[in-house]
């Protein structure tokens, strides 16, 4: 079993930044590609970014340019890095793991950590 700790969300007005971690329980992070998803009420999950063991990155396009996704396998972390964010940034935000593809989610999902833009 594989448990995922997220912190980073909070509240932020638009333009301005915040930096999501997810912290996993486990040594076999480093085999796994890990991703970032989000998701608003009445609407599905939907991939934000994600990161393959080797480092190829996968952006959804709203969010290209303006996010980045990064690890650090030392400390089981994968980060995401949020800049220029918009109202429609707005969500809960979880981090994935399990697979090592970087297009499709794998089992373990975090708690989620809310992200809310507005002025």
């Known amino acids: 079993q594989v448990q995922l700790v997220e912190s980073g969300g909070g509240l932020v007005q638009p333009g301005g930044s915040l930096r999501l971690s997810c912290a996993a329980s486990?040594?076999?992070?480093?085999?796994?590609?890990m991703g970032w998803y989000r998701q608003t009420p009445g609407k599905q999950r939907e991939l934000v970014a994600a990161?393959?063991?080797?480092?190829?990155?996968n952006y959804a396009d709203s969010v290209k340019g303006r996010f980045t996704i990064s690890r650090d396998n030392a400390r089981n972390t994968v980060y995401l890095q949020m800049n220029s964010l918009k109202p429609e940034d707005t969500a809960v935000y979880y981090c994935?793991?399990?697979?090592?593809?970087?297009?499709?989610?794998?089992?373990?999902w975090g708690q989620g950590t809310q992200v809310t833009v507005s002025s």
């Open positions: 486990r040594s076999l992070f480093s085999i796994y590609a």
């Open positions: 990161i393959s063991s080797g480092g190829r990155t």
């Open positions: 994935n793991t399990g697979r090592t593809t970087i297009s499709t989610p794998g089992s373990y």
